[in-house]
């Protein structure tokens, strides 16, 4: 019997891999006829060391978001995703996407890239994608390839050549 998702959450932060992780969640969705949810967190930790907030940072970061997340609701629709929503969430990611989110929408499968764009935040405290397959509620699955399961060279779009 092949296991069957329901609902697929699959967070995005402009990086290469989440955008790899997106195309797959997408197939996947398809596939099972599945609610897809996107989500980009923005991780409030971030302005907490600036002295003079400026709430203005936060709307400009959330409106970027909003324009991206519509962007990839809009190309789920168009490769057959009947189901998609996407949100904006506020706070620490590893948290939100690995608890959070998959009680609050019963979430079943969490398609997560390989690695994000926080390369400080990986190399002092772990990434988030380590911290999510440790502590997720549900199945996650890691993408490091693309929809033809090849690396691929994030710099130069093309699959690499391993020996």
């Not at 995005?12 to 997408?26: Q, T």
Request: hydrophobic share 40%; with cysteine.
């Amino acid at each position: 019997m092949l296991q069957e998702y329901n609902n697929i959450l699959v967070p995005v932060d402009g990086s290469y891999e989440s955008e790899l992780a997106f195309k797959k969640a997408v197939a996947v969705a398809k596939r099972n006829d599945a609610h897809l949810h996107i989500v980009h967190v923005v991780d409030t930790r971030a302005f907490q060391n600036i002295s003079s907030f400026d709430t203005s940072v936060v709307e400009e970061v959330t409106q970027n978001a909003k324009k991206t997340l519509e962007q990839y609701a809009r190309e789920a629709k168009d490769d057959g995703v009947d189901k998609v929503d996407y949100s904006i969430e506020y706070g620490a990611p590893k948290t939100i996407i690995s608890k959070e989110l998959p009680t609050k929408l019963n979430i079943d499968l969490i398609m997560i890239g390989a690695t994000g764009l926080n390369a400080v935040e990986r190399l002092l405290i772990g990434s988030v994608t380590e911290y999510v397959t440790r502590m997720a509620i549900c199945d996650v699955l890691v993408v490091r390839t693309n929809l033809n399961n090849q690396k691929v060279d994030p710099k130069k779009g093309k699959q690499k050549v391993t020996k």
